[in-house]
């Protein structure tokens, strides 16, 4: 009897219903204990909007000491910045998250003089930063401010008609201030007609696009400056002679640079690359999407960069100095040296072929021990203005270039971008449209389809 039971297909059913449900039960404790111990996630929006960016990372796993970031909000409201958190304290078991009720613990809050609830405080060994804003962008920059203690002063040349830092207009330079602040960089406007001599609180001289010839003693003061082992960041246009606002050869601060080993030539690149076109523009852009090795751009892997109105360099290695290439144009570039016409004949056989040299890193060897100088040539100054500072992967090179010659080369990376407005905006015709569809023509199709199914097996 009691075999027959165990033969009974009841009896199978049963038992392989029991070992179903216990290989099922196993599987959720095994997969819950995974998730528990290792806390993995996958990305899968267009624009990573729930990945914390390169540079982050890069900060974050190169702690040396143990990091807590304190949230303050009310205990019903961490969810708000948990998400967020929960990102840096994955990257590391260095950093921390605690999570802090004002109202439950009034004494902690007054300590870090917190204000307003959702507000975060980074501590990196005894220096605290409070993040500027609950974004990626405002914490990491809490890092930044943490590890970067020191002040770093980045100036910018004026006097000669260059892109200047105040100037919000399209062809100024305030979004790049802006970037450089949140890198913990100040900056400062200086002139060396007023004193011939780069101020020794400067970590960085810029020199962007400047449209008027430098007198010599400004040049003499910026040989100075960077063969005594500062840091100097050339953004040099081609010397145009159309329209009213003509650029001026400069002479003398291109002859500076060819007796460091780069040749600045005076030509324009034409960029008859049909790629271009994709991102809307024409052959007086010079698109860049391959990169050489140097720290400055070797985070730059698979970034479009471009560059208005560029004239090509000539580089090689000099008894004081070291150079390496940045980037070319495409192979389906040009330079012609024709400038003072808007007319250029691309099949001139004066024309120069692709791809040409846009941009160099060097070094320069000073007779102090443990001391070089840095600089940085790029033959465009147009790429770092507010009008194309956000293109791509622009507003990336510009930071990496400041960070190689201020030695904050852990700095250099791809950086957070704020999330995009993904929204769709419609006419009043095209919503009418969309609603009719979905309220009542969908709905209409799916009846009439089961109506058919059901008519066809009657």
Request: charged share 25%.
């Amino acid at each position: 009897m009691a075999g027959q039971w165990i033969k009974a297909r009841q009896t199978k059913y049963a038992a392989y219903a029991a070992v179903y449900v216990c290989v099922v039960i196993a599987i959720i404790v095994v997969g819950n204990v995974l998730a528990d111990r290792y806390n993995k996630s996958f990305d899968a929006t267009a624009n990573k909007r729930y990945s914390l960016s390169d540079q982050t990372s890069k900060i974050v796993k190169g702690l040396k000491q143990d990091a807590i970031i304190t949230y303050f909000n009310q205990s019903t409201r961490f969810r708000d910045g948990k998400d967020l958190l929960d990102q840096y304290g994955n990257l590391s078991p260095k950093v921390h998250v605690k999570y802090v009720d004002p109202d439950k613990e009034p004494q902690l809050a007054r300590e870090a003089g917190i204000r307003n609830f959702g507000t975060a405080v980074v501590q990196v060994g005894v220096k605290k930063e409070e993040a500027k804003s609950m974004t990626e962008e405002g914490v990491t920059g809490a890092f930044i401010r943490d590890l970067k203690s020191n002040t770093r002063t980045v100036c910018f040349l004026t006097g000669s008609g260059e892109r200047q830092i105040d100037d919000s207009d399209r062809e100024g330079l305030s979004r790049f201030k802006d970037l450089l602040g949140k890198d913990n960089y100040e900056t400062k406007s200086i002139d060396l007609l007023a004193k011939a001599e780069v101020p020794g609180d400067c970590t960085t001289l810029v020199i962007a696009g400047p449209t008027r010839n430098y007198q010599q003693p400004e040049v003499d003061a910026i040989k100075k400056y960077v063969e005594e082992g500062g840091r100097a960041f050339f953004m040099l246009d081609p010397p145009l002679k159309i329209g009213r606002s003509e650029i001026a050869d400069n002479d003398a601060l291109t002859a500076l640079l060819a007796s460091w080993g780069v040749t600045a030539h005076k030509d324009l690149i034409l960029d008859l690359n049909p790629i271009g076109q994709i991102f809307g523009l024409g052959p007086q852009v010079a698109l860049v999407t391959s990169y050489g090795t140097q720290p400055i751009v070797s985070e730059l892997k698979r970034t479009a960069t471009g560059f208005p109105l560029a004239r090509s360099l000539e580089f090689k290695n000099t008894d004081k100095s070291s150079i390496e290439k940045l980037f070319d144009s495409s192979s389906s570039s040009l330079a012609t040296e024709n400038l003072s016409s808007n007319a250029v004949n691309i099949r001139d056989p004066k024309n120069k072929k692709g791809p040409l040299t846009i941009a160099v890193a060097g070094t320069y060897k000073t007779d102090k021990e443990n001391s070089q100088g840095r600089f940085v040539v790029v033959g465009s100054s147009g790429w770092a203005e507010n009008r194309f500072l956000d293109f791509n992967g622009n507003g990336d090179l510009a930071l990496n270039a400041v960070n190689w010659l201020a030695s904050d080369e852990d700095l250099i990376s791809i950086r957070p971008k704020p999330p995009e407005d993904r929204r769709i905006t419609m006419t009043r015709s095209q919503f009418s449209l969309v609603r009719l569809t979905s309220q009542f023509v969908l709905p209409l199709v799916v009846v009439f389809a089961g109506f058919a199914v059901w008519w066809k097996r009657r």
